[in-house]
């Protein structure tokens, strides 16, 4: 008796190179992909031990578990950038008091808010029309 794989669960070779996630990372649902083929074709004579199947779904289940806590940190880290965002633009308008490049203190009006590769900058309405980061402002007022 011959077995034969199914071949509706193999991957062609486009979906081998980019799959769902556009990545080569495996996820969740190739894991399971991969744990169902390997049960329909274990050898009847030797199959699968109780215990290996287990530590298998044991590993399905923390993946999985981690997927969703990965999903979870990001909404999280995009609901603090909001919040972020939000304190900031609350100092448009505002003058504040910072240090320059030669560690002088100025004066000026923010202007405007903008955030540069995970950096805030606040624009200043001055004669330079400079931008400063959140770090360089020592006085609000």
Request: overall charge negative; aromatic content about 6%; cysteine-free.
């Amino acid at each position: 008796m011959t077995n034969t794989i199914d071949t509706s669960l193999m991957l062609s070779n486009n979906q081998q190179n980019t799959r769902k996630t556009g990545t080569n990372i495996l996820g969740k649902d190739d894991f399971l992909k991969i744990l169902i083929t390997q049960l329909q074709n274990q050898d009847p004579l030797n199959p699968m031990q109780d215990k290996d199947f287990i530590a298998q779904m044991a590993q399905f289940s923390t993946l999985e578990q981690m997927t969703n806590i990965e999903k979870s940190l990001e909404n999280f880290l995009k609901s603090q950038e909001q919040n972020y965002m939000l304190q900031a633009s609350m100092l448009i308008g505002k003058t504040v008091t910072f240090l320059d490049s030669n560690n002088e203190e100025k004066t000026a009006v923010v202007k405007s808010v903008s955030f540069k590769d995970g950096k805030t900058l606040f624009q200043l309405n001055n004669n330079e029309n400079s931008s400063i980061a959140s770090s360089q402002i020592i006085k609000i007022e």
